[in-house]
């Protein structure tokens, strides 16, 4: 342990959460606790999820969902609570490797490209169906190349990272 883990000690034993994080996810998390505190109390309550979800555009969550989220939380849900439970959530996983397994199904060969029409057959057609606006917006952000495939290992990579390989 370093010396200014001492002055964290009454931060009791949750405050190692906080190692399990690189600086720049701690900040995007704190983003996504900001604007899900809707109310600004420093705490995630119900209220703060049903307007969260409307803010989304899910409307009718219902109460006893909302419930269900709460149950996963230890108490009221602050910050470090907060991201202990993402911490739980994504412990031993490596978010890239799973995005590409994921495209994998569509490429069995693993050429790390799939068919731009066929991506979009499959967004449109299964689970939370695309429109064909939201299609288009996916190829705006990360385009076809000249014979029409997506790079899905590229589009991963800029998942994770939050930007493009190239740019490094």
């Known amino acids: 342990a370093e010396p200014k883990d001492k002055a964290k000690k009454k931060e009791a034993a949750s405050s190692n959460v906080f190692s399990m994080f690189e600086q720049s996810q701690i900040q995007e998390f704190k ?17 703060d999820l049903r307007d969260t979800f409307a803010a989304l555009g899910r409307l009718n969550v ?12 230890p108490g ?28 994998k199904i569509f490429d069995p060969e693993g050429t790390g490209i799939i068919k731009g029409e066929e991506i979009k057959y499959h967004l449109m057609s299964q689970a939370d169906k695309f429109t064909e606006a939201e ?11 000249v014979a029409g495939n997506l790079d899905y290992k590229n589009l991963c990579y800029v998942i994770t990272h939050g930007e493009d390989k190239e740019q490094e």
Not at 31 to 47: L, P, S, V, Y
Not at 62 to 73: H, I
Not at 135 to 145: E, I, K, R, S, Y
């Open 31 to 47: 983003e996504a606790f900001t604007i899900m505190d809707q109310n600004r109390d420093g705490f995630i309550d119900k209220n």
């Open 76 to 103: 009221p849900i602050n910050f470090t609570i907060f991201l202990s439970m993402f911490g739980e959530k994504l412990k031993g996983t490596d978010p890239e490797e799973n995005i590409l397994n994921a495209f």
């Open 62 to 73: 219902g109460n006893d969902e909302l419930d269900e989220m709460l149950k996963e939380a």
């Open 135 to 145: 299609v288009n917006q996916m190829f705006t952000n990360f385009p076809l190349d």
